[in-house]
């Protein structure tokens, strides 16, 4: 996405073209991994704090960008009127961010909603778990399909990894008001 259109976007979303505001999105765009405000405010030093505060702000407010809370902070990424929508799976340990998409899961959680008669206008999912390296698998030493089976089995809540994490601080950070359970 080049800087016109950018320009283009903010203009049919009804946001003056600013510097602080092609800069930010600018900014998320060079790395995938959603971004705290003190973060982008640390790399974007040439504008005050004030203003970049206020232009996410006007940028979440028109789905320009987006935000979720990611181990207890708000973190922005570009949102879906600039990016296909996806997902993220965060590792609990180190913190690494991955994303996926489903448009099997997008289904169900239209069909979700409208079981209850609600026509659903947004949703957030977030995936925790354990990355390749934190969970002490091999790098690269077996299929990529072998590899996720194995993934998924180190995953389980029975997993002694598991089961030893959730003692310790790092671990599930409550991300919302219906914090998911630990338990399938
Ligand atoms: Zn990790
Ligand atoms: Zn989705």
Redesign the pocket.
């Known amino acids: 996405m080049n800087e016109q259109t950018i320009r283009q976007k903010l203009t049919e979303s009804g946001l003056r073209v600013t510097y602080p505001r092609l800069a930010l999105i600018a900014e998320l765009q060079r790395n995938e991994t959603p971004r705290s405000a003190a973060e982008l405010s640390a790399t974007l030093t040439q504008f005050p704090r004030s203003s970049i505060y206020r232009n996410l702000e006007a940028l979440e407010e028109t789905n320009l960008i987006k935000s979720s809370m990611l181990k207890w902070v708000r973190r922005y990424e570009l949102g879906d009127e600039l990016v296909p929508?996806?997902?993220h799976l965060t590792c609990t340990q180190c913190g690494a961010v991955t994303q996926f998409?489903?448009p099997k899961?997008?289904r169900q959680?239209v069909n979700a909603a409208q079981a209850k008669n609600y026509q659903l206008l947004s949703?957030v999912?977030e995936l925790r778990g354990l990355c390749r390296i934190c969970s002490g698998q091999p790098i690269a030493s077996a299929s990529m399909l072998s590899q996720s089976i194995n993934t998924m089995k180190r995953l389980r809540p029975a997993d002694p990894i598991m089961e030893k994490l959730k003692h310790e601080d790092h671990y599930l950070p409550f991300t919302g008001e219906d914090e998911p359970s630990e338990k399938p």
């Open positions: 929508h996806h997902h998409d489903s899961l997008e959680l949703h999912v």
